[in-house]
């Protein structure tokens, strides 16, 4: 028994359709890339600040759970983009390392971006590039005092900024610089 035959003019795609589709295809992903770029940059920025506002947490916790002095060091010297967590150690004296140094993401780095006004209360706008806690889990200054003006800014590379506060309970609050103010996430 004989198959029938599909005739000419439906056995597929035309060139003329063909390109017609990729030409489509081609117009979307041009317009849809920048915006995937643009949303992949901001999800980086949130989550290094969000990174930071738990290290705070965990030096904050370790003071208060081991009696003793903890901080948060940036250092944006001698390994740019890099922070740590670090313990007093009553046997050595000093502060010895918790957890390893960890790394900012991608395209972000410590500063102000855009921002020209200081986050969660804090004068003068600056970076702060230790935070120590005392034995209370309380942000502390050099004098030993309480201490409302830790903030620590991230920006990338497009002047975006965040910034991660502590307040003088030692609570962590993340903002970020929206339209010349902050706003708290």
Same mark, same amino acid.
Request: charged letters at 10%; glycine letters at 10%.
């Given at each position: 028994?004989?198959?029938?035959?599909?005739?000419?003019?439906? +056995?597929?795609?035309?060139?003329?359709?063909? &390109? $017609?589709?990729?030409?489509? =295809?081609?117009?979307?992903?041009?317009?849809? *890339? !920048?915006?995937?770029?643009?949303?992949?940059?901001?999800?980086?920025?949130?989550?290094?600040?969000?990174?930071?506002?738990?290290?705070?947490?965990?030096?904050?916790?370790?003071?208060?759970?081991?009696?003793?002095? +903890?901080?948060?060091?940036?250092?944006?010297? &001698? $390994?740019?983009?890099?922070? =740590?967590?670090?313990?007093?150690?009553?046997? *050595? !004296?000093?502060?010895?390392?918790?957890?390893?140094?960890?790394?900012?993401?991608?395209?972000?780095?410590?500063?102000?971006?855009?921002?020209?006004?200081?986050?969660?209360?804090?004068?003068?706008?600056?970076?702060?590039?230790?935070?120590?806690?005392?034995?209370?889990?309380?942000?502390?200054?050099?004098?030993?005092?309480?201490?409302?003006?830790?903030?620590?800014?991230?920006?990338?590379?497009?002047?975006?900024?965040?910034?991660?506060?502590?307040?003088?309970?030692?609570?962590?609050?993340?903002?970020?610089?929206?339209?010349?103010?902050?706003?708290?996430?």
């Amino acid at each position: 028994m004989k198959t029938p035959s599909v005739p000419k003019k439906y +056995a597929g795609f035309t060139l003329i359709e063909l &390109v $017609v589709a990729v030409a489509i =295809i081609l117009v979307l992903t041009a317009v849809a *890339i !920048p915006n995937a770029m643009a949303m992949l940059r901001s999800y980086r920025l949130a989550g290094s600040a969000r990174a930071i506002s738990h290290q705070l947490s965990l030096a904050r916790l370790s003071a208060a759970t081991d009696f003793t002095n +903890a901080q948060l060091v940036i250092d944006t010297a &001698v $390994v740019p983009n890099t922070y =740590i967590v670090q313990v007093w150690d009553k046997s *050595i !004296p000093g502060f010895v390392d918790v957890g390893g140094t960890q790394f900012l993401s991608q395209g972000i780095s410590f500063g102000f971006g855009a921002a020209t006004v200081a986050a969660g209360g804090q004068a003068p706008m600056q970076q702060t590039l230790q935070a120590v806690f005392n034995s209370r889990g309380i942000p502390i200054d050099g004098a030993g005092a309480a201490n409302p003006n830790d903030v620590i800014y991230l920006a990338d590379d497009l002047g975006n900024a965040y910034a991660v506060g502590v307040t003088v309970g030692g609570h962590t609050r993340v903002y970020q610089y929206i339209a010349g103010g902050w706003t708290q996430q």
